[in-house]
């Protein structure tokens, strides 16, 4: 008897309109994040829309995501799996700060890269170790560790900006393939193997039960602590990828210029894309979409010439209304 | 509908997406009366609750007083009117003492802005004695530290304590024993003789049987019966509820059992000491006690949950390591823990997600989950147990309270693990899909499984055990066989003797 009821509902579900699917597929959440990006720039181009729609421009604001799309990308799974890492700005500057160095002493860009990966993971398993067997919380360690990061740059570099004389990795930041900047390239990829990870492979399907129930997911034999360290590493992987990438567009490693406040850009685009704080919700699509709102921000902001003081508060405000909408969205469920 | 001057519904209909959880009910409530509600899982009964509480609002249809229409906007309104809920889930704040969370909204003030916790707690012990659970819990004890039963305890005595005209129960006694089931009955008796109009929401049909004046029964939504409960069976309302005839409830097609399979020894943690026991393939193993014996302390203790102070666990001879559930499920235990909400379900994920998060090796490619695969699993399950609901997609959270339980051993079967831990399997299951559960228990017996039950129903452990270990105060006090199994020698070994009074070694 229920057998068939289960078949009759399912008919119903089939016999529902392509558009209901449609809005099923992608999520009322990101249809909403679209509705607004789309305000955003309707404002935007109507305010400056001589300069905002031109391929420039447009290239522009592709490029300036390309970091921050990378740290949203890690938080998202940071922030599903349960954690927190607001240490991903000062990783990133510390990286830079590596990079530039191993590059200047060896000549070799790849020696550049690995150093960079190689620190941020090591950042990453510093955290993973303090929040999981220190049993810290995860703000406080990773405000802890943001501090401690920031100095290490200080203290490595001299306080100094340090300059990178590599064509070839220099082309990482402003070459172009088929057209597109290599930056865009690469975010595409990255976006691309982080959705698989998260919402496809049995690690992200796993990381989703941890964040949402620590117990349950014990229960089922997940090693919890492995997954709460293997999370901060990936978290400080990408925040040295992130920090490459900085190297290369800027062509020099600076421990806080280009890297300062990226910590808060990245939590507000993975909430905005719908984490739950809580843990246990959260896409990459999601975070994506909440990157191209506050790149298209950025950018209009600058366009129109809001001060940069003015620019700091409307950021701050995003992200707390964008908390608010989800705690909203999840009392009434 | 006839007109009444106290609560009434008057052709309620309420949907949520494709299902129609409520089919145009009208109910007369009348004062002094015990209206029994039955109906299967996902029937509509706590739909019902909530649209009578005010949490939501009918599609359709009608609350009335007397004969004007009220509207609740939100479960405070419905208070004031003097109705109160207790829910089939207890809300309760875990880092809040007891006696907060009884008094929570009134509590006695000093001064207007402190609290009176003297005052406070003379109420509590009140309260406490009113229930007899002077033992069981101290005021100042944090509600945390509590088990499920005695966190609905505290439901309760948070709703009876501020009064109503109207007080209904959503399945109260699914995590209580029966001894406090039967302190709770008397109180419920009280209250009907003090006028009270009382609502009673049970799969446990005796009890309704005893405690019934008049029953109704719900069945996909809509009100099937409405009679007086005078000459009612559990036969005939288990017909109604269902729409057809339940067979034998206990059913083992044998009680051959193969080799040794589990062996614990001395097992310790700090709740529970020094257990030893053993369980063969194709053997179902009871446990019984009161509620803070320890049995499902025992359960997570054996599948490396809690952290072994002492013993050895052995499946098939071979060590399992401790405090490690992996090596437990890779060993072959599987577990479905009591608390279906917080130790089991990942309620913001579906069917299909909690039914194989334990199967990832046949759920998935190549590291990467496969949907085609873990539907083939999961779909026949689901049917197989009748798990109610638009499709495997469906949030968990969205399942009526048995549909819930159902999924969690779905999950179980999935796996097809050597030995089962089931603590309360058929808590808040209705009577249907019990015995397709028991059906279930005995045809995993048969194929060779074995089975820990840890169940408060003697009639479960009686019907289908082999053998039943009696737990009090965290320690095994009685190994009884088939046939010697029954209420009164379980109940004997169940009560704490020396042992420190329940309550105690809780902290
Ligand atoms: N918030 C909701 N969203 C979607 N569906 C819901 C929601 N609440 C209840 N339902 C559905 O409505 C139906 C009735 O659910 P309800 O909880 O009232 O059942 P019940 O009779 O209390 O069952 P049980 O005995 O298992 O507790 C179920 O099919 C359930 O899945
Ligand atoms: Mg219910």
Redesign the interface.
């Known amino acids: 008897m229920n057998s068939l009821e289960l078949r009759a509902s399912k008919a119903q579900t089939d016999a529902r309109g392509a558009s209901a699917r449609l809005v099923e597929r992608l999520g009322v959440h990101n249809i909403s994040l679209l509705v607004a990006l789309a305000i955003l720039v309707v404002i935007f181009g109507s305010l400056r829309g001589d300069v905002f729609f031109s391929s420039r421009n447009l290239l522009n604001i592709g490029l300036g995501i390309t970091i921050l799309g990378v740290l949203a990308m890690s938080q998202t799974v940071v922030i599903v799996g349960g954690g927190l890492d607001i240490a991903v700005g000062a990783t990133v500057g510390l990286t830079t700060v590596s990079t530039a160095m191993a590059i200047q002493a060896t000549g070799s860009p790849a020696a550049g890269i690995v150093a960079g990966l190689m620190l941020g993971g090591l950042a990453g398993l510093v955290n993973g170790i303090i929040i999981t067997y220190g049993r810290v919380n995860a703000v406080i360690a990773t405000l802890g560790t943001m501090a401690i990061f920031r100095g290490i740059a200080f203290i490595m570099s001299d306080g100094q900006s340090i300059a990178i004389f590599s064509d070839t990795f220099r082309f990482i930041g402003i070459g172009r393939i088929l057209g597109l900047p290599l930056l865009v390239w690469i975010l595409v990829l990255t976006a691309i193997a982080f959705h698989l990870f998260l919402a496809r492979s049995i690690v992200g399907r796993n990381i989703y039960a941890l964040g949402g129930n620590a117990v349950v997911a014990r229960f089922s034999g997940i090693n919890i602590n492995r997954y709460r360290v293997g999370i901060y590493i990936m978290s400080g992987v990408a925040a040295g990828l992130a920090g490459i990438l900085l190297a290369a567009r800027t062509g020099s490693g600076q421990p806080v210029s280009g890297s300062q406040g990226l910590e808060l850009e990245a939590i507000t685009a993975a909430v905005l894309g719908g984490c739950a704080l809580q843990g246990g919700k959260g896409t990459i699509v999601g975070a994506l979409l909440g990157v191209a709102i506050i790149g298209v921000l950025n950018n209009g902001m600058i366009l129109t010439s809001v001060p940069t003081f003015y620019q700091l508060l409307a950021k701050g405000s995003l992200l707390i209304l964008a908390v608010v909408i989800a705690e909203y969205h999840l009392n009434r469920t | 509908m006839t007109q009444s001057d106290f609560f009434s519904l008057d052709g309620i209909s309420k949907r949520f997406g494709?299902?129609q959880a409520l089919d145009n009910v009208s109910i007369a409530f009348r004062p002094g009366e015990v209206l029994a509600l039955v109906g299967e899982n996902g029937a509509g009964k706590s739909t019902m609750m909530r649209i009578l509480e005010g949490v939501f609002g009918p599609d359709n249809g009608t609350v009335r007083h007397g004969a004007t229409p009220i509207v609740f906007g939100e479960p405070r309104d419905s208070h004031r009117a003097g109705i109160r809920v207790i829910h089939q889930e207890p809300e309760i704040v875990p880092n809040l003492t007891v006696a907060e969370n009884i008094f929570v909204g009134e509590l006695p003030r000093l001064a207007g802005v402190l609290l009176d916790w003297r005052k406070l707690e003379e109420r509590t012990d009140r309260v406490l004695a009113t229930f007899g659970m002077q033992q069981d819990m101290r005021p100042r004890q944090l509600c945390g530290t509590l088990g499920p039963a005695q966190r609905q305890m505290i439901e309760i005595m948070r709703a009876i304590r501020a009064g109503g005209r109207l007080i209904a129960f959503d399945e109260p006694t699914s995590s209580l024993t029966d001894d406090e089931a039967r302190r709770l009955f008397s109180v419920i008796r009280r209250l009907r003789e003090e006028g009270t109009s009382i609502i009673y929401i049970s799969h446990r049909l005796n009890e309704i049987i005893d405690l019934a004046d008049r029953i109704v029964v719900l069945r996909d939504g809509r009100l099937v019966d409405d009679s007086p409960a005078a000459g009612a069976s559990e036969q005939t309302i288990a017909k109604l509820m269902v729409?057809r005839n339940i067979a034998d409830l206990f059913t083992r097609e044998t009680w051959r059992s193969g080799e040794q399979l589990l062996d614990v020894a001395g097992l310790t943690t700090d709740r529970v000491s020094d257990v030893s026991l053993r369980v063969r393939r194709g053997e179902v193993l009871g446990i019984a006690g009161l509620m803070g014996a320890g049995r499902s302390e025992l359960a997570k203790a054996i599948?490396g949950?809690d952290q072994r102070i002492a013993g050895t666990i052995a499946m098939n001879g071979v060590p399992v390591l401790p405090n490690?559930?992996?090596a437990?499920?890779?060993a072959g235990i599987g577990?479905a823990?009591e608390d279906r909400k917080?130790?089991?379900?990942?309620?913001?994920?579906s069917i299909l997600?909690n039914a194989s998060?334990?199967v990832?090796d046949k759920t998935?490619s190549f590291?990467?989950?496969n949907r085609r695969k873990a539907l083939e699993i999961v779909s026949p399950l689901?049917?197989k147990m009748?798990?109610?609901?638009?499709?495997l997609d469906e949030q968990v959270?969205k399942l009526s309270g048995g549909n819930q339980q159902k999924v969690v051993l779905a999950r179980w079967l999935a796996r097809q693990p050597m030995l089962l831990i089931l603590d309360e399997p058929t808590r808040g299951i209705d009577i249907g899909a019990k015995a397709e559960i028991y059906r279930l228990i005995d045809e995993l017996a048969a194929s060779g499984i074995g089975i820990i039950l840890i169940s408060s129903e003697m009639p479960e452990l009686i019907g289908l055990a082999d053998r039943v270990l009696v737990m009090a105060g965290g320690r095994i006090t009685a190994e009884l066989s088939r046939p010697d199994i029954d209420e009164a020698t379980i109940l004997k070994h169940a009560m704490p003797q020396s042992a420190p009074a329940p309550g105690d070694h809780i902290q």
């Open positions: 494709v299902v729409g599948v949950y490690s559930p992996h437990a499920i890779v577990f823990p917080h130790e089991a379900l990942l309620l913001f994920r997600d998060l334990c990832p998935s590291g990467f989950f689901a049917a009748s798990i109610k609901a638009p499709n959270s």
